[in-house]
């Protein structure tokens, strides 16, 4: 889905450039240019940022306990 028409920016592009290194908005926004020209997106790449660093917290906890339940 794209989320910022303005440069042509998807869902997916956010996530893979959070997969990639970026950690925050920030570093999506300087990254891909969401946000930088209207403004209208910046909600939705903010939520989408937020969803996917939460994901990708919750998948390395459960990683962590299953890495540790297997070594115990």
């Keep these: 889905m ?3 028409l303005c ?3 998807t ?3 956010i996530r893979e450039a959070i997969y990639e290194g ?3 908005y920030r570093d999506v926004r300087d990254s891909l ?3 930088t020209q209207c403004g209208k ?3 939705l790449a903010k939520q989408v940022v937020r969803d996917t660093l939460g994901e990708l917290q919750s998948s390395q906890s459960a990683l962590a306990c299953q890495a540790s339940f297997v070594a115990a």
Excluded: F, K, P, R
């Design 2 to 4: 794209y989320v910022c």
């Design 7 to 9: 440069h042509g920016v």
């Design 11 to 13: 869902d997916g592009q």
């Design 22 to 24: 970026c950690c925050s």
């Design 33 to 35: 240019g969401v946000g």
């Design 41 to 43: 997106c910046a909600c």
